[in-house]
């Protein structure tokens, strides 16, 4: 999710084929191109967090501008809409609820856990409401007291796929022992829910890349247990740069090392690049996705923040990467065990309430 601009942070059967995809509204696919039925990576504010949303853009100015995208209400209509379009079936949306807890907020929220509650709770019931088309992921804090309570506030509840986890908004540093500490704790307590966990590993660091990467690998991914991990932006948090392909890099070589140990692991390929990237670049990224394997990567989009078209980015934006044929079947192809449909949603969670009371703190 990118959220701030001009900042340190980045601005946050062919026929029958064709036939299908006009019969249900969808642009039709390229002919060289597989359909992505699952974009991993999107996003929705809840009423509360929109609400909050002009005090939080006003607190952060001191690090730019808050992305438009961020700011102006979509609402699951929005979404669903852009899916069919693009002849999509399901997405993972991603709780906003981290943003009120952001140490970068100041003075804080008192009544940041609140919010952060009210974000999770109303992503989760997206669910409830179309159990065939989201999937939800809960947001959380890593380095807030909430943190955990929040996690085990969810347990048992299916309608819950996985946590999201965002390391800039939350001021994360992979090079302090007492955030890597909390983060694996953090780990550890989603691997016991058996959920997946979503994570926008890059820090604020100006200088984040191999580093960073080498001590996530070392010494927090381990506590997911074999859980699934997706690695937002590929490493990055949007765009192409020589921080992201650092980090990628650092995956590369520790893939290449020992490839079982990240039998688990996926990165999405959510706004990583666009039309005015530059080739060197371009050719640089699809080389780290040859060197990884291809099988690694998931079709996102962050959406809303590159344009609500989701056809138009899957169809030009997307091929813009210089990967074979083949290679984009594979990505495109791939659907992440974790963002599978529920046919139903179970009984026990059809009023998506959650495990227990919220933790108040």
């Not at 540093?173 to 979503?198: E, P, S, Y």
């Not at 640089?284 to 590159?306: E, Q």
């Not at 609500?308 to 192809?333: G, N």
Request: aromatic fraction near 8%.
């Amino acid at each position: 999710m990118r959220w701030i601009r001009k900042g340190f942070l980045p601005a946050f059967g062919l026929a029958s084929c064709a036939a299908a995809f006009a019969a249900a509204g969808a642009q039709p696919p390229s002919p060289r191109l597989v359909p992505v039925l699952v974009d991993h990576h999107v996003h929705l504010n809840a009423p509360a967090i929109q609400a909050f949303l002009p005090d939080f853009c006003k607190s952060v100015s001191r690090f730019g501008k808050c992305d438009p995208a961020l700011t102006t209400p979509h609402t699951p209509a929005d979404l669903l809409t852009a899916m069919d379009k693009a002849g999509i079936k399901r997405a993972l949306v991603l709780s906003t609820g981290y943003l009120a807890e952001s140490p970068m907020i100041d003075p804080p929220r008192a009544d940041a856990a609140s919010l952060m509650h009210a974000a999770n709770d109303w992503t989760v019931d997206l669910v409830r409401r179309h159990p065939a088309r989201f999937r939800a992921f809960i947001a959380v804090d890593p380095l807030r007291p909430t943190a955990l309570p929040e996690i085990a506030r969810w347990r048992g509840n299916a309608a819950v796929a996985g946590l999201k986890l965002h390391l800039t908004s939350s001021g994360v540093d992979l090079r302090r022992d007492k955030d890597v500490a909390a983060l694996g704790q953090v780990f550890a307590a989603a691997a016991r829910n058996h959920w997946a966990i979503l994570i926008h590993l890059r820090t604020q660091r100006a200088d984040y890349g191999a580093t960073d990467v080498r001590r996530f690998i070392k010494d927090v991914l381990p506590a997911a247990a074999g859980t699934p991990v997706q690695i937002a932006h590929a490493g990055g948090w949007g765009g192409v740069d020589k921080a992201t392909l650092s980090a990628l890099g650092a995956f590369a070589d520790a893939i290449e090392t020992n490839p079982e140990a990240f039998r688990q692991v996926w990165f999405d390929l959510s706004g990583v690049w666009t039309g005015k990237t530059p080739d060197a670049e371009k050719i640089a990224l699809a080389a780290l996705i040859r060197r990884v394997g291809p099988r690694h990567f998931l079709s996102g989009s962050d959406w809303p923040y590159n344009g609500t078209d989701l056809a138009d980015y899957y169809h030009r934006t997307y091929p813009q990467l210089p990967l074979t044929p083949k290679e984009w079947a594979v990505i495109r192809s791939n659907i992440a065990p974790y963002a599978r449909a529920l046919r139903r949603v179970p009984a026990c969670c059809r009023q998506i309430k959650p495990a227990g009371p919220p933790h108040q703190g």
